[in-house]
């Protein structure tokens, strides 16, 4: 059955938000594999009774900061399990991580506040298989303040989209000419971010290629080495790339630096 008509079948709002729509970009390929599925936001069950459905050779996990009756809403399905818990809590998510060593697909259904968004992330992004998926559900609440959001200063404020969208920077990590710039624990691992209406899909994969354009995050170092390569005066292209190239990118370097500090924005 597709999984539009399991939602329907389970009385899941995913029907409702139209999220069966990005779910089957991703999902209709991987149904018959064999997975650990996590979802955060059990609620009645709805969704984790879809999964069950959809990925008929999978473990479905699913995890809820409240008490969830298993029997009462009908949970008590050979291939779910089901885990009262925070997502922002740490010690929590390890000892999930610990029986299931690494998750496939990883949904956050659940508080939708910024703050939890981004620290189970956090947590969990270790976790997530590699070639696995993260998606984040109802992102709304990113621009709306009684959720935790920020609608008035939408580029800087420390929501999870704005996470989400710097997060992106890593898909290029290679190609920042900064010869200070500090690797994030991300860069290297993210093939794609994806954004949807409402919706957030990240792709863990092996992202290893070089810059064409840098070497090292230098765009100096990259030039002197062609150049003294293909022969010519060794000397006019250090003067030129390791002196005069390096003191204007130093001296961008901490304008920037400066700006930041002034700005707040660090
Ligand atoms: C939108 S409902 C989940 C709906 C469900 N995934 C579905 O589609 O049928 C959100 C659920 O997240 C749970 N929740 C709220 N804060 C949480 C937290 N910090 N950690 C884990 N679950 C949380 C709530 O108790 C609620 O049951």
Redesign the pocket.
Known sequence: MSLKKLFIKHN???FRHKYYKVYDLYLEKLKKNKLNVL?????????IKAWSDYFINSKIIG????KIDIVKKKLNKKNISIYQG???DKDFIWTLTKKYKKFDIIID???HFPE?VIKSFKILFHSLSLNGLYFVEDTQTSYNHYFGGNPFDLKFSRTHANFFKSLTDSLNYQEIANPFYLQSGYDGYIKNISFFNNMIVVQKGLNNIKSNLLLNNSYENRRYKTKINRGGNKFNYFLKYKIFFKLYTLFLFFINFFKKVILFRY
């Open positions: 899941s709002d995913k979802e955060i936001g059990v609620a009645d069950g709805s969704s995890i809820d900061i409240k925070s997502q922002s259904d659940g508080s939890d």
